[in-house]
């Protein structure tokens, strides 16, 4: 899925940005700046954060863990050090039920946890100077886990390690007023934790890896 997502806002942006054209009349306080070197982008996203489990183990009990969809609010910062390169930081924080499937338990509720994923990109952003531009990205990403909580019952306590992965983002500005931008985006973020159950009981490794699909709203200094 996110190969496919990945692929069509790639090639959509660059489509449409064949078609678009610049408006730079000084003369008008509308029409659009585009992307420039020593500028600054502050962008407000909804996100939806759609975590892949591609891989896990679970000691004692067996199974697979499964990390809920989310969805928050994201704000990110874009420096342009040239009309086309970028570092983008983002900074959200979502909350995902745990579980773990086909144990020798059956299902069990594991419990939920918040995840701070701040990620740092560096961009390439294709034609910046017209109203429609896109861009693909590469990076790191800090994914902590903070305030969990076990479901109860046969979870008594629960902890996740934190971790560092990659990330890789396309996505697409279009400048459709002044310093005003609409932002589509989407983000793979590579990340495995260790989560350790009933003080170290049980313990289960898995690759959550989430897509992270964002729209929203932006504005260049």
């Known amino acids: ?21 610049a408006q730079t009349a000084a003369t008008d306080p509308d029409a659009p700046v585009g992307k420039a070197a020593n500028t600054i982008m502050i962008r407000l996203r909804g996100i939806g954060v759609l975590p892949q489990d591609s891989s896990s183990s679970i000691s004692t009990i067996g199974g697979n863990v499964n990390a809920s969809n989310s969805a928050a609010p994201e704000v990110d910062f874009s420096y342009f050090f040239t009309d086309h390169i970028a570092a983008e930081l983002i900074a959200a924080t979502t909350r995902h039920e745990i579980s773990a499937s086909n144990t020798s338990l ?14 740092l990109t560096l961009q390439y952003h ?13 990076g790191l990403n800090a994914t902590f886990f903070y305030d969990a909580h076990p479901a109860g019952g046969a979870v008594t306590s629960l902890g996740f390690s934190d971790n560092v992965g990659a990330a890789i983002q396309a996505g697409f500005d279009y400048n459709f007023i002044g ?30 890896n989430p897509t992270v699909i964002g729209a929203g709203i932006g504005y260049r200094f």
């Open 1 to 21: 899925m996110a190969k496919v997502l990945f692929a069509a806002c790639l090639a959509g942006g660059l489509a449409l940005s064949g078609m678009a054209s």
């Open 106 to 119: 059956a299902r069990v509720d594991v419990g939920s946890v918040w995840v701070l994923p701040p990620t």
């Open 126 to 138: 294709f034609m910046p100077h017209e109203r429609f531009s896109p861009y693909v990205g590469a």
């Open 179 to 208: 310093h005003w931008f609409a932002n589509f985006d989407v983000k793979q973020i590579f990340v495995n934790t260790d989560a350790s159950l009933n003080n170290g009981a049980i313990h289960a490794k898995t690759a959550l």
